[in-house]
């Protein structure tokens, strides 16, 4: 909600500019006055102040006040102020179009004379400051309700109403919807979970969700909690890189909102290097050289393991010694003579490829042999082992 104080100062009668406030000296300055006025904190808005006219003079004086009646305005601010004989506006720009905004302004000025006001679009009719001569405190600025017109400015006008109209300044706070956010998420802890997100301040239903930029999918809508303005969705997330802090984006009311989520696949070891060429891998591996078009590490998980009454396989010390092309009775305790089965998965983050391929595992006479060709035989079988030639030479 942005918030913005204009002081109008008579530095020649001994007055200066105040903290917190867009500061305006010069009465005679027509156009934009303040090209972007901040909050009190110095945060710019991209709001702007223009005086289409100028005013007349500026003045004040130390007994126009001995107190401020609100503490959004100290008291050097009630003692100062530009004047003009009939009228004059001030315009502020750039604002949110459709937003409630409140204003307040004042024209104490140590004489008894009293300013109207009106604002676009407010809510009250004009409404006229007198200066009534009390000074601790002095009156109570008016104040205004409305909404922002479609062209985004604000019209201040000040009049009049015996001699000379007064402006001591004004502020401005306007009511920016914050617009939709995810209020919740769940974690990911595998790619085939269905997973949850919760939003707030949204006007319509998600339209898309990506988690580091790739794109989940099959958002349903779950349930609503109309007590906290809340609507909670599924979706089914993407095979990506296990990451501790991902960024979770989901796409609604033709904007973004994010949250940061951990994120871990079902891929859950690591082959951290592997050969560039055939001749470097073990005919005795559980994996094939070059199939995962990729130079980078990959994941990999067991997703049925052999069968134990005939090997056992040492997975983490495989995994340890990436250990995926090497041969693979280094790993394994043959049990009894026979063949067993295992399932294997490999995902490349480098490319966002996954595989699922077996690899028959045979023991006989205490050796343990993988048979057959395994990925390569699985994915390729169909094509002429020449047309593979020239991956390896």
């Not at 409140?102 to 400051?129: C, E």
């Not at 402006?167 to 919807?177: H, R």
């Not at 979706?235 to 994010?258: C, H, M, N, R, S």
């Not at 490829?353 to 395994?374: H, K, L, M, W």
Request: hydrophobic share 35%; aromatic share 10%; net charge negative.
């Amino acid at each position: 909600m942005p918030f913005v104080k204009v002081n109008y100062y008579a530095s020649a009668s001994g007055f200066s500019a105040l903290a917190g406030f867009n500061n305006v000296s010069d009465p005679s300055a027509t156009g934009v006055v303040v090209a972007d006025m901040q909050e009190p904190d110095g945060t710019p808005t991209g709001y702007t102040l223009t005086h289409p006219t100028a005013f007349g003079g500026a003045t004040g004086a130390l007994a126009w006040a001995t107190s401020s009646p609100d503490p959004d305005f100290p008291l050097e601010w009630w003692r100062s102020a530009f004047y003009v004989d009939v009228g004059n506006t001030a315009q502020i720009g750039n604002l949110p179009a459709g937003a409630p905004y409140t204003l307040k302004a004042a024209g104490n000025n140590g004489s008894s004379r009293s300013t109207q006001y009106g604002v676009t679009n407010a809510d009250t009719t004009p409404q006229s400051y007198t200066d009534s001569g009390a000074l601790d405190p002095v009156e109570a600025p008016v104040v205004f309700t409305g909404t922002v017109p479609g062209d985004g400015i604000l019209t201040l006008t000040n009049t009049e109403l015996n001699a000379f109209a007064y402006t001591n300044g004004f502020s401005l706070d306007v009511q920016v919807a914050a617009g939709p956010s995810i209020t919740a998420a769940d974690d990911i802890t595998d790619e085939s979970q269905t997973a949850t997100f919760t939003l707030s301040g949204n006007e319509n239903a998600p339209t898309g969700i990506t988690i580091n930029g790739e794109a989940g999918s099959n958002i349903t809508f779950v349930s609503e909690n109309t007590g906290a303005g809340t609507e909670t969705y599924s979706y089914e997330p993407p095979l990506i890189a296990d990451d501790d802090t991902a960024d979770l984006v989901v796409g609604v009311d033709g904007t973004t909102a994010g949250a940061t989520i951990a994120y871990a696949n079902s891929y859950d070891r690591d082959q951290l290097t592997h050969p560039a060429t055939e001749a470097e891998y073990s005919e005795n591996s559980l994996s094939y050289p070059n199939a995962y078009a990729t130079t980078q590490p990959y994941e990999w998980k067991v997703i049925a393991d052999a069968n134990a009454s005939v090997v056992t396989i040492n997975w983490n010390a495989l995994e340890a010694d990436d250990g995926f092309h090497k041969d693979v009775s280094s790993y394994a305790t043959p049990v009894a003579n026979g063949s067993t089965t295992v399932t294997l998965g490999v995902f490349v983050p480098e490319t966002g490829q996954a595989y699922q391929f077996n690899r028959t595992i045979t023991v006989s006479g205490g050796s343990v042999v993988v048979e057959g060709e395994g990925l390569f035989h699985s994915l390729f079988s169909a094509l002429e082992k020449s047309l593979f030639k020239p991956l390896f030479r």
